[in-house]
């Protein structure tokens, strides 16, 4: 049955979505990558569609920005529609200025200032993690592709405005800011689920050098090539 946030009939979702924070990128998403793709969600306008890529079955939706909107999603995609794979693609600021614009982060892991994963009782020493077999086919699609990539954690913040001064700390051995990851990967180890975020630089916060228009929709387009390839 459908959920408050979606409309979908069980079976009108594929086992593998893939989540972007605006639901207008998944619908560019599906009407320039996908086969046949089919609307099945307009619930507050977070656009979802099934199609199909290279004959194999896939969805794409929107998810919103922030922790608890992307929680609220995935947790129904996985807990309600059977999904097994969710791949998030988004963008991310980097706060180490050796991270040039425009390349791809694979997120292996990640860490966060919010309380989400309070609520399930996380064992001590708990990561917020992808699956790594996702992680390395990741990784294997970014090397076809002949991109700029790197592998590593990113911060799930819960404030796009942050105090500069409060971000030092939180911030080291980060290689991207964004504010999506940590919620997704606490959802699909709370439900059994496997999950993995690719997101593209767009600025780097301590250079102050941002992606062009041109720049950022190329880097989207090979952001999402590798999130296909993965199907």
């Known amino acids: 049955m459908p959920t408050p946030h979606n ?22 998403i599906a009407e320039n ?15 979802g569609y099934t199609g199909t890529y290279e004959g194999k079955p896939v969805s794409v939706q929107g998810h919103g920005m922030g922790i608890p909107s992307i929680g609220i999603y995935s947790y129904e ?16 600021g980097a706060p180490d200025p050796s991270v040039k614009v425009g390349t791809i982060i694979i997120a292996d892991d990640a860490t966060t200032d919010s309380n989400y994963g309070y609520q399930f009782d996380l064992p001590e020493g708990w990561q917020a993690k992808a699956d790594p077999e996702l992680v390395d086919k990741a990784v294997a699609a970014a090397e076809k592709l002949g991109v700029e990539y790197i592998k590593g954690r990113v911060f799930s913040s819960d404030v796009f405005y942050n105090n500069p001064e409060k971000t030092v700390e939180l911030y080291k051995g980060i290689k991207g800011v964004e504010m999506e990851a940590y919620a997704l990967y606490a959802n699909a180890y709370a439900t059994g ?7 593209t630089v767009s600025d780097n916060i301590a250079t102050g050098e941002a992606l062009s228009p041109e720049e950022r929709q190329l880097g989207l387009s090979n952001m999402i090539k590798i999130a296909l390839d993965l199907l």
């Open 7 to 28: 409309a979908a009939q069980v079976g009108d979702i594929a086992k593998t979505v893939i989540m972007s924070g605006d639901p207008l990128r998944s619908k560019f």
């Open 33 to 47: 990558f996908l086969e046949n793709p089919v609307l099945y969600n307009n619930v507050r306008s977070m656009l």
């Open 77 to 92: 995609l996985y807990k309600f529609y059977d999904v097994d794979v969710i791949i998030r693609v988004g963008t991310a």
């Open 193 to 199: 689920k496997k999950a993995l975020t690719i997101v």
